[in-house]
């Protein structure tokens, strides 16, 4: 058998184009040819849904295990897989990892066809696919949502990427032996993008490639212009602005059976001027322990240098140093006067680095430290990340989002990155890593940008009317030029009611009423799935940290996470997606077949009827027209009976063994594939493994003869099925 087979993987920061790995039991390295990628994409406002449909061919003699390897964002929401071979699909059901992963092994090692789709780390992903046969066409459809990344200039910005390859940072992890990449970038390509924002477009443009745009039903198609110019060594990269040079905001709303959701987005403005920056306050929270000792901390000293020196005189600000105690550099915040920036320098330079560290003290300190309302209070956390941090440390930050934005520093060799990004999820703000000198510079230079234009500050959000629940986040951090407020949740009832979001800008106070009934109606599940993986990221972001420190996650916190990967049909750390077959669909060529003996000169033949894999659908997944289905709600019946033993009986008493098949001794297994179609009549009948002509004619004669059935039925309406039937000609030894 040809299998492929993973034993690490590596970190990615951002998506890579998918691909197969095989492993060849062999020399042979097993063909495998991607003869299409189909893209689609509908963007809602931010949130992109995007379905991948990527078909190859198995052109092996032998059939074989692949691993399809797709690694994407870590703000993907992954909910549906679905594997095509030839006319039968399959479409995976979530399951807890551990079962899905056992119960795909024994499917493996009974020759069934199965597939199996796993989270590996949060932007890693590997689906498994079981038993291939040798000629088979497989259309493998991944579906994700995500929150499109927001690149400043009011442009939020779609990927698909296009690149060949793992683009790993393998970290001593090792593909395993004779495993090989099969190369997916070689067949036609196609996307198409569907823009419709809650909010006016007023740009779209693309880096990468030629784009042409039309506009039906009051939404914008892109599709590259030259359909055939697809350069396989960049991604598809697309831009799109939204209007207006004031704050905007928009909501988009989504009704469920039985749950209702909506997302709000406070947009900035497209051009901000000083009058219009809210007054700010900035707290320098630096780590001075003993692991900060060297360059941790001489380069905190280079970038807070920077930061200070870069306030206005109309800022405010302070300085506390935190290891197993802290302290502030003042009583309360000082003016940015020349002579005070000075003395802060001059403390910081003064650290060497000792003692322990200890944040939550510092944390709870800092957000009950003295302010100004009319102030934008930002905090700049540095440290590597080698810190005593309790749970309570993220749940205070998480809480008091209204009190301070927060931005991290991580910086060092080995930084903890988990923690660095953990803290600055929890406070609203962003995260930025220095792992060496020549990065500081630049580093520096985002953070002043993205840290100096706080435009709606002490933003209040009221739901006049409208009946909101698990709200999230809440409450709400500052709206800065460099990131948009962005808050979803559930409703009850009808989106009605008016919204009213207030807050304070340079100019004062902000106030801006949104009609509810105007939203715009998403068509797609993205704020369902979003919502999901919103609180999923929250309980595996603080998971490692519930439990001393260690990347582990709690109990509690696990079945949460599983609860909501079955709920919400979503893949996570603890739940994959996973199809398998009833029946072996083809055997081992090394598997002996189940043999009548009969006495003399005799000939006998075998039939047994195996499904295919069975197609799980739900009210909004219609399967495709003309695609059969393999187990239904009501099978199909053969002359009174849907017991599949009536039918055998009936192939055994109308086949003949060929005279010609019989006087050369000729035996063996003819693998046959048929269809019920909706009016019960056979059809498509095919060959799947020849034996002999003779033979080979007589199974098909046999199968076509094959009387009406009542046909299959899936919510009460006729649906096609395929059938397989291996056809065992077996001769007894002539003495």
Request: hydrophobic share 40%.
């Amino acid at each position: 058998m040809l299998y492929a087979s993973l034993t690490g993987f590596a970190r990615i920061d951002k998506p890579e184009s998918c691909y197969l790995f095989i492993k060849d039991t062999g020399n042979e390295i097993p063909s495998i040819t991607l003869e299409s990628t189909k893209v689609n994409v509908q963007i809602d406002g931010v949130i992109a849904d995007v379905c991948i449909k990527q078909s190859y061919v198995n052109k092996a003699n032998k059939k074989l295990e692949a691993v399809y390897v797709f690694p994407g964002s870590t703000r993907a929401a992954v909910y549906g897989m679905t594997m095509q071979v030839g006319k039968r699909k399959v479409i995976a059901e979530i399951k807890e990892k551990q079962q899905a992963r056992e119960e795909y092994e024994k499917a493996r090692e009974k020759g069934k066809t199965a597939s199996l789709l796993e989270q590996r780390r949060p932007n890693v992903f590997q689906m498994n696919v079981a038993n291939i046969a040798p000629g088979d066409t497989i259309s493998i459809e991944v579906s994700y949502t995500e929150l499109l990344e927001y690149t400043g200039d009011l442009l939020y910005e779609f990927v698909y990427p296009g690149l060949v390859g793992p683009r790993y940072d393998t970290g001593g992890e090792n593909w395993v032996e004779q495993t090989h990449q099969i190369n997916p970038v070689k067949g036609a390509f196609d996307i198409n993008v569907e823009i419709r924002a809650g909010m006016n477009v007023d740009v779209v443009k693309s880096s990468s490639h030629e784009i042409s745009i039309s506009h039906p039903n009051n939404a914008l198609t892109i599709k590259p212009a030259k359909p055939g110019d697809y350069n396989s060594g960049k991604d598809f990269i697309l831009q799109y602005g939204l209007q207006g040079a004031a704050v905007q905001s928009g909501i988009l709303t989504y009704k469920h059976k039985d749950e209702d959701f909506f997302l709000l987005m406070v947009q900035p403005p497209k051009k901000i001027g000083i009058d219009e920056i809210a007054p700010r306050e900035y707290i320098f929270i630096v780590d001075v322990s003993g692991s900060m000792y060297g360059f941790p901390l001489e380069i905190s000293k280079q970038i807070l240098r920077k930061l200070i020196s870069s306030l206005r005189p109309t800022d405010r600000f302070n300085v506390m140093l935190f290891e197993s105690s802290n302290a502030m550099l003042s009583e309360e915040s000082l003016s940015a006067t020349v002579e005070n920036i000075e003395m802060a320098i001059k403390l910081i330079e003064k650290q060497r680095g000792a003692g322990g560290t200890e944040l939550y003290p510092a944390l709870k300190k800092a957000f009950a430290f003295k302010t100004s309302s009319d102030f934008a209070r930002t905090f700049i956390i540095a440290t590597d990340g080698y810190v005593t941090v309790e749970k309570e440390a993220f749940e205070l930050t998480r809480q008091s989002r209204n009190k301070a934005n927060l931005f991290v520093l991580g910086i060092g060799d080995g930084v903890n990155r988990y923690l660095i990004e953990g803290l600055a999820y929890a406070g609203g703000g962003q995260a930025y890593i220095v792992n060496s000198q020549t990065e500081a510079n630049e580093v520096g230079k985002r953070l002043i940008k993205d840290i100096s234009t706080p435009v709606l500050s002490h933003i209040e959000i009221e739901w006049n009317g409208f009946m909101v629940e698990d709200v999230t986040p809440s409450p709400i951090a500052d709206l800065f030029e460099a990131k948009p407020v962005i808050v979803y949740g559930k409703y009850k009832g009808d989106p009605v009611g008016s919204i009213s979001i207030k807050g304070i800008t340079g100019n004062g106070n902000f106030s801006q009423i949104i009609d509810v009934a105007r939203a715009e109606k998403v068509k797609s599940q993205a704020l369902r799935y979003l919502w999901a993986r919103d609180k999923i990221k929250y309980l595996s972001d603080y998971a490692g940290y519930f439990n001393n420190g260690y990347n582990t996650i709690s109990e509690e916190a696990r079945e949460k996470i599983i609860a909501l990967g079955l709920n919400y049909n979503l893949m996570t750390e603890f739940t994959s997606f996973l199809a398998v077959n009833t029946e072996i669909i083809v055997p081992d060529a090394n598997t002996e077949p189940n043999i009548f003996m009969v006495e003399d000169n005799k000939s006998s033949v075998d039939i047994d009827i195996m499904e295919y894999i069975h197609s799980v659908t739900t009210e909004e997944d219609e399967p495709e027209e003309n695609i059969p289905f393999a187990i239904v709600e009501e099978r199909p019946t053969f002359m009174g009976s849907d017991d599949i033993s009536k039918f055998q009986a009936w192939v055994q008493q109308q086949i003949k063994y060929p005279v010609e098949a019989v006087l050369n001794g000729i035996q063996g297994t003819v693998y046959i594939q048929f269809t019920i179609d909706i009016d019960g009549s056979v059809k498509d009948v095919k060959i799947l493994r020849s034996v002999n002509s003779a033979l080979d004619n007589e199974a098909v004669r046999v199968i076509k003869l094959s009387p009406k059935w009542v046909p299959a039925k899936q919510r009460n309406k006729a649906v096609q099925i395929t059938y397989y039937i291996p056809v065992r000609f077996i001769l007894q030894n002539i003495n």
